[in-house]
């Protein structure tokens, strides 16, 4: 475990703070899910946007258009 991830104990206690209490059962279950979303945003972050066409000027499987 890294120290960016949850443990169901902590997770149980942001959602108390928050104001939707879990259920025992559910907490190893919505923790696992809250560190799964943490680590695809982390990867989010450090892609180079500046490196990405924007949508408009896209077309799959060629070169991006000129911009107009």
């Not at 989010?44 to 490196?51: A, I």
């Amino acid at each position: 475990m890294t120290a960016a991830e949850l443990t169901p104990q902590e997770g149980a206690r942001w959602a108390l703070c928050t104001g939707l209490p879990l259920a025992d059962d559910r907490l190893a279950t919505v923790t696992a899910t809250a560190n799964h979303i943490h680590s695809v945003i982390g990867v989010l972050r450090e892609l180079d946007p500046g490196r990405t066409p924007p949508a408009p000027l896209y077309q799959a499987g060629g070169t991006p258009r000129a911009a107009v």
